[in-house]
């Protein structure tokens, strides 16, 4: 095997445990009843409007979304953003009915389901932080401000800040799971992930990928 496909393999891996950690960390919340990040919770709510899995509803959303942005700036596009497209709806769907056989969240008192949502918060950021580190492609979502910014020179901060709103309220009227998580990943996760990707994921990636 060269040491190009040891790179692809390695990076594709990554990638797919930096998914697999925000599947594990939307779905801890959901089930807790705490609300799913703004983009999930969108497209739970449509989803459950038109009695389609979120696995399924996500994929053709999130692959509409990456034919778009693909033909207007690929260079926001890797293999990691159609790991995210395929697995990510699936994974959180998964992980779902994993946790609410898990836990008896009727029998959690408030507190217990609070300081759960705050490890799921901080499992969604971890991977969040290995997801962008290994610098495999953006997920379609998250490709949609850059894009914005690319095209009309607005500022990147008030251009996402104004995307999140606006899915807030859209998943709100969908009637999907918004709640404290919902507010506090799409908008106060920042800080959490840069940690995350100073202290952890950086140097693990670096590690990693340097003694190939």
Same mark, same amino acid.
Request: avoid cysteine; glycine fraction near 8%; proline fraction near 3%.
């Given at each position: 095997?060269?040491?190009?496909?040891?790179?692809?393999?390695?990076?594709?891996?990554?990638?797919?445990?930096?998914?697999?950690?925000? $599947?594990?960390? !939307?779905?801890?919340?959901?089930?807790? !009843?705490?609300?799913?990040?703004?983009?999930?919770?969108?497209? +739970?709510?449509? #989803?459950?409007?038109?009695?389609? #899995? /979120?696995?399924?509803?996500? /994929? @053709?959303?999130?692959?509409? #979304? &990456?034919? @778009?942005?693909?033909?207007?700036? +690929?260079?926001?596009?890797?293999?990691? $953003?159609?790991?995210?497209?395929?697995?990510?709806?699936?994974?959180?769907?998964?992980?779902?009915?994993?946790?609410?056989?898990?836990?008896?969240?009727?029998? /959690?008192? &408030?507190?217990?389901?609070? /300081?759960?949502?705050?490890?799921?918060?901080?499992?969604?950021?971890?991977?969040?932080?290995?997801?962008?580190?290994?610098?495999?492609?953006?997920?379609?979502?998250?490709?949609?401000?850059?894009?914005?910014?690319?095209?009309?020179?607005?500022?990147?901060?008030?251009?996402? %800040?104004?995307?999140?709103?606006?899915?807030?309220?859209?998943?709100?009227?969908?009637?999907?799971?918004?709640?404290?998580?919902?507010? %506090?990943?799409?908008?106060?996760?920042?800080?959490?992930? !840069? &940690?995350?990707?100073?202290?952890? $994921?950086?140097?693990?990636?670096?590690?990693?990928?340097?003694?190939?």
């Amino acid at each position: 095997m060269s040491i190009k496909w040891k790179n692809f393999i390695t990076r594709s891996f990554i990638s797919i445990v930096g998914i697999t950690f925000i $599947s594990m960390g !939307a779905a801890l919340s959901e089930v807790m !009843a705490m609300g799913l990040d703004p983009f999930t919770a969108l497209n +739970r709510g449509a #989803s459950s409007l038109l009695g389609v #899995s /979120l696995g399924d509803y996500q /994929l @053709i959303v999130n692959l509409i #979304s &990456l034919i @778009i942005i693909f033909y207007l700036e +690929r260079s926001l596009i890797g293999w990691g $953003s159609v790991y995210n497209m395929i697995f990510i709806g699936y994974q959180i769907d998964f992980f779902n009915q994993l946790f609410t056989q898990l836990f008896q969240v009727e029998n /959690l008192s &408030l507190l217990t389901r609070v /300081l759960i949502t705050i490890v799921a918060i901080l499992v969604l950021s971890l991977g969040v932080a290995v997801y962008m580190d290994i610098q495999f492609g953006v997920s379609p979502y998250d490709a949609i401000a850059p894009l914005i910014v690319d095209k009309t020179g607005w500022e990147y901060t008030p251009v996402r %800040i104004g995307q999140d709103v606006l899915v807030v309220i859209t998943a709100y009227l969908l009637k999907g799971p918004v709640g404290i998580s919902t507010v %506090i990943i799409g908008f106060f996760a920042g800080p959490l992930i !840069a &940690l995350f990707s100073d202290k952890i $994921s950086k140097p693990l990636i670096e590690q990693v990928t340097t003694t190939e």
